[in-house]
């Protein structure tokens, strides 16, 4: 070899190198088998399985034998087949770092769900293909020969008018229903309505219970499927079994079984679904009618199984399939072949159907299982499917069956969110076998979600690259990249990230999760964009998703507010237009904004605590504004920052200070909302001299209360003021603007007056309040021009004589009284009026004047009516009676009334008694 060849030959060595590390390195080669697979997977038996499980890779399972690990699986499973035990403590979903930690969130973002569709799966029912004729000296047995014949000859019509009169006389004749020979008919009837349905034969002319002519109305693929479930069920369900159940193991009519279980035809509902036809052939030799009928039966129990899927009925579908696993132990049955039970349509996707056609009677036992479970997974009871989950599996039957169940099972956990349980399943399902995948890749797909919800982010990676390699399906593959991304963004790989979002934005524009990659994008490019170029690329992606999920509304304009709020903060430094407050309330306007858009937004923590620095700005505007509350609860939270802040200027608005007019409106608000201590603190200051002596009075009142200050207080500031009717409703209205008044302390004095007389015993208030009264009786009317005065007045009413209530009474019309005490928004508007109101009927119940009476109780009993006032009128008659007598005219039609039109029981018997009593010449016409 001369030195050229050699140094060519060099190259091309180290070129193969290169390529092969290449191919490594950006994953050439496909996912290799497992791919959803965790040492948790395997659970040990013992110490030494523990030490080989904590060792074991992907790689060791795709040398194993695949009888090997099924065997693993299979103990793991029957470790834990407690379910409901063994899942306690779970993760809930949603626990990875997006929601606790909210500044990744703002980049990553908190992905969508992605719903699991329901697994559709078809069970089959089978058509019988081999026709008998029968050995048998009975005329109604050689007559369903005849019947066969025709079948067999496909003389349709002579065969349904054959059948048809043979189950006429057969009823006619009394042949008991569970006589082999009315069995037998009926399942070979049963079986010609599917062979019908199953061809589509639905021109025939048809015989009606009446046994008139055949009529030209033709029977449907519906209705033959219809009677052919009915028959099937009748027999599964009615028919005692133990005709035909032997005593020992007999055999079966080998043709007839092995024939059978290669005919399945699905149906949904009364459509058919497969394109497949039938024929039937004819057996040279004639058989047994009790072989023939053990050889068929479990045929029949599973057609109605599955024929009873499509309308729900359980009951039947279930006892079915309970007879379909007792029947096989009593007969001995032919050998059948090992062929896969899962048939999938050429072009798969992640909502293929799956079609079920069992080959032997193990896959056959396990399929009814695996219908019990699916079943229950349709109507949401998690904890049955699973235990049927585990009796088929525990049954060792084809591993795609037993793949399928694991499937199910886990389709259960994920929808409880049990992730970890999950994966775990679907892991099994893969694992079981190589081939389930191709077969059912939702389970890859949802096994991968359930990785990555759960934070194994390695494993779901997997489990979507082989998902998207494994199929092109339209509608999945979309989330597939999209779960990919953003598990490259989670690891910090911005880079793939960003040209993943960008291929699903090339690729699936329309697709619902390109909304998600367009506003990771413009998040993730966000911080490199000019101002202008922002904003322009932010309009873009709100009108890109103007009708995606609000999450993604709120990160996009996040990111564009984090960008704001930086250029505010650059300008602050430079504008010395602004005022402080003014450039403190840009921001937080810029946020209060946000809030006010997304209130619930998951995003808003992330200015937590900006707004905190910001909100030590509040201090100056709350002192400006009067907001006593705000300001005091500001101060009581911020008061070492507010005190650091004195000292230097904000961090994110240049030029702010806390100074000492702000501590004098701080003062005066402290002693106007009566936080004593905070007063107290700020009175030791040099603004603590503020307003002496009225401070004193405040101070009296606050600190030690009497009846004897606040009585003293009462009249000299009575005296002394010349509007002391509006300082009261100022008082009132708590309106904080008094803290910048001169009289200011005067107005507060006034107010710690009022809040005593709330607060004061009750022997103090009843010393109070009735020198207040004797002062306001003078002049009744002003008792109701304030709220203080109405509600002071109120308080000292249980002392009032019944000429002080008539002269309340008199001052107002009697129709607005009752307006006050009925009408609810008239209540709300005057609430201490309508006390008065309701105050006054107690009275006119129970101290009554005529005044009162006629003013008071009388308006209000009449607007109520018998019906609902029956109670207060029954009271009311009773008293005018020992006033007047029975024989009262009044009295009488009261009493009548309540009979005939009042609802309280009670009232009315207490009626129907007085009325026997006192006027028995009408009690029986009153009474009935």
């Not at 180290?14 to 088998?33: A, D, E, G, R, V």
């Not at 199929?471 to 690891?491: H, M, Q």
């Not at 994110?652 to 909302?673: H, M, P, Q, T």
């Not at 004095?749 to 009022?754: D, F, G, H, K, Y």
């Amino acid at each position: 070899m001369d030195h050229n060849t050699s140094k060519i030959l060099k190259y091309k060595i180290l070129y193969c190198i290169f390529i092969l590390l290449l191919c490594k390195s950006s994953n050439c080669y496909p996912q290799n088998w497992p791919t959803l697979f965790m040492n948790e997977d395997i659970i040990p038996q013992n110490k030494n399985d523990l030490k080989e499980i904590e060792k074991l890779t992907q790689k060791d399972l795709s040398k194993m034998s695949e009888d090997k690990i099924r065997e693993k699986i299979f103990n793991s499973y029957y470790f834990i087949v407690d379910f409901f035990s063994s899942t306690k403590e779970e993760v809930p979903k949603g626990w990875f770092d997006s929601r606790k930690n909210p500044e990744n969130s703002l980049w990553t973002g908190f992905p969508p769900d992605l719903k699991r569709q329901p697994l559709k799966i078809h069970f089959p029912s089978y058509n019988l293909t081999r026709l008998a004729y029968f050995t048998s000296e009975d005329p109604y047995v050689s007559r369903l020969n005849i019947c066969q014949g025709f079948w067999q000859q496909n003389r349709l019509q002579m065969a349904y008018d054959c059948f048809f009169f043979l189950q006429m006389d057969l009823a006619k004749d009394g042949v008991a229903i569970s006589s082999l020979v009315r069995l037998q008919v009926n399942i070979l009837h049963a079986f010609f309505f599917l062979y019908l349905a199953t061809n589509e034969e639905s021109q025939l002319l048809v015989w009606n219970a009446k046994t008139v002519p055949p009529s030209t109305q033709a029977y449907t693929e519906g209705d033959h499927y219809s009677m052919a479930r009915v028959l099937f069920s009748y027999i599964a369900t009615k028919v005692d079994d133990s005709v035909f159940m032997p005593k020992e193991k007999v055999d079966v009519i080998e043709p007839i079984y092995k024939e059978i279980l290669n005919s399945p035809v699905y149906f949904k509902l009364s459509n058919k679904i497969s394109n497949k036809k039938t024929s039937v052939t004819l057996l040279k030799d004639p058989i047994d009618t009790l072989k023939w009928i053990q050889t068929v039966m479990p045929i029949v129990y599973a057609n109605a199984m599955t024929m009873n899927q499509g309308i729900m009925i359980w009951d039947r579908a279930f006892t079915s399939a309970y007879k379909i696993e007792n029947y096989f132990q009593y007969f001995n049955y032919p050998q059948m072949p090992e062929e896969s039970p899962l048939v999938v349509n050429k072009h798969i996707n992640t909502e293929s159907e799956i079609y079920i056609a069992p080959k032997n009677n193990t896959d056959l036992v396990a399929a009814a299982d695996l219908f019990r479970a699916n079943a229950m997974i349709i109507a949401r009871d998690p904890g049955k499917a699973l235990e049927y989950v585990s009796a088929g599996i525990f049954r060792k039957a084809h591993p795609e069956i037993s793949a399928l169940l694991f499937d199910i099972s886990a389709n259960a956990y994920f929808d409880l969110d049990l992730l970890r349980w999950a994966r775990r399943s679907y892991s099994w399902a893969e694992l079981y076998s190589k081939s389930f995948a191709s077969k059912v890749p939702s389970s890859l797909l949802y096994g991968a979600e359930s990785a990555y919800w759960s934070g194994n982010y390695d494993v779901a990676k997997n489990g979507y690259e082989r998902f998207i390699k494994l199929i092109g399906d339209p509608k999945y593959a979309p989330w597939a990249n999209l779960r990919l991304a953003e598990i490259a963004e989670r690891k910090g790989e911005n880079e793939r990230a960003k040209v993943i979002y960008e291929q699903i934005l090339r690729k699936f524009y329309t697709h619902e999760v390109s909304n998600d990659a367009q506003v990771r994008l413009f998040c993730l490019y966000e911080k490199k964009l000019t101002k202008n170029t922002k904003r322009v690329e932010y309009e873009k992606v709100m009108e890109k998703i103007k009708n995606a999920r609000d999450v993604l509304k709120k990160q996009a304009k996040t990111c564009m507010l984090r960008a704001d709020l930086t250029n505010m903060q650059d300008d602050s430094f430079k504008d010395s237009k602004l005022n402080v407050i003014q450039k403190s309330e840009m921001q937080k306007k810029a946020i209060q904004s946000y809030a006010k858009e997304f209130p619930d937004s998951e995003f808003l923590v992330l200015f937590t605590d900006r707004l905190k620095e910001l909100e030590l700005a509040e201090g100056t505007f709350l002192t400006s504004k009067n907001s006593c509350n705000k300001l005091i609860d500001f101060y009581s939270k911020n008061r070492k920052s507010l005190n650091k802040l004195a000292k230097s200027n904000h961090k994110y608005v240049n030029g702010l200070k806390w100074d000492s007019e702000d501590r004098l409106k701080l003062l005066r608000c402290s002693a106007f909302i009566g936080n004593i201590s905070l007063w107290n603190e700020l009175r030791k200051s040099e603004i603590g001299q503020d307003g002496e002596p009225l401070q004193s009075y405040f101070y009296n009142l606050s600190i030690r209360p009497s009846v004897e200050v606040a009585l003293t207080t009462y009249l000299t500031l009575k005296k002394s003021s010349k509007s002391w009717v509006s300082k009261i409703k100022k008082i009132e209205k708590s309106s904080f603007e008094v803290t910048k008044a001169d009289d200011f302390w005067e107005m507060l004095t006034l107010r710690e007056l009022m809040k005593f007389d709330l607060l004061m015993s009750k022997s103090s208030e009843n010393l109070f309040n009735n020198a207040v009264s004797q002062d306001f009786f003078k002049d009744p009317k002003l008792i109701y021009s304030s709220n203080t005065f109405c509600f002071w007045m109120l308080r000292a009413s249980h002392q009032f004589s019944n000429n002080r209530w008539e002269s309340i009474a008199q001052t107002k019309d009697k129709s607005i009284w009752l307006l006050l005490n009925t009408n609810l928004k008239e209540q709300k508007a005057s609430p201490c009026e309508s006390s008065f109101a309701k105050a006054l009927f107690n009275v006119a119940l129970t101290r009554p004047t005529p005044y009162l009476d006629q003013n008071i109780l009388l308006p209000y009993l009449e607007n109520r009516g018998f019906a609902v006032g029956s109670e207060d009128w029954l009271h009311y008659v009773q008293r005018i009676e020992k006033e007047r007598g029975y024989q009262d005219k009044e009295v009488q039609d009261i009493y009548r009334k309540l009979l005939k039109e009042g609802k309280e029981p009670l009232v009315k018997e207490a009626a129907g008694m007085w009325i026997k009593k006192n006027l028995p010449e009408e009690a029986d016409k009153l009474l009935w």
